[in-house]
């Protein structure tokens, strides 16, 4: 039997599916920004996104393809919740 292959595109969120993907020894994780795939994007959507995300958190995961595991000013963090399940 081959083995299983799928190609998945997604704007990298914190969700358990994503964490369980990138936890997989089997995955391959290819990265790319939205500056990365200007060519294939209309000028008009490119600068638009741009101008409206950049600089900021939502931009980095946006346009930088960034994993953003906390909101800023949380009373509580996403990695304390782990490692207190791990105990």
Same mark, same amino acid.
């Given at each position: 039997?081959?083995?299983?292959?799928?190609?998945?595109?997604?704007?990298?969120?914190?969700?358990?599916?994503?964490?369980?993907?990138?936890?997989?020894?089997?995955?391959?994780?290819?990265?790319?920004?939205?500056?990365? =795939?200007?060519?294939? /994007?209309?000028?008009?959507?490119? *600068?638009?996104?741009? $101008?409206?995300?950049?600089?900021? &958190?939502?931009? #980095?995961?946006?346009? =930088?393809?960034?994993? /953003?595991?906390?909101?800023?000013? *949380?009373?509580?963090? $996403?990695?304390?919740?782990?490692? &207190?399940?791990? #105990?």
């Amino acid at each position: 039997m081959d083995p299983i292959r799928v190609v998945v595109t997604t704007t990298p969120k914190p969700i358990k599916i994503i964490r369980e993907l990138i936890a997989d020894p089997t995955t391959l994780i290819t990265r790319g920004s939205t500056y990365d =795939n200007r060519a294939n /994007l209309a000028p008009a959507f490119l *600068a638009q996104i741009v $101008r409206k995300h950049e600089g900021t &958190r939502l931009g #980095r995961q946006e346009l =930088n393809a960034e994993i /953003l595991d906390d909101v800023p000013g *949380a009373l509580w963090h $996403r990695e304390w919740q782990h490692a &207190r399940s791990r #105990r």
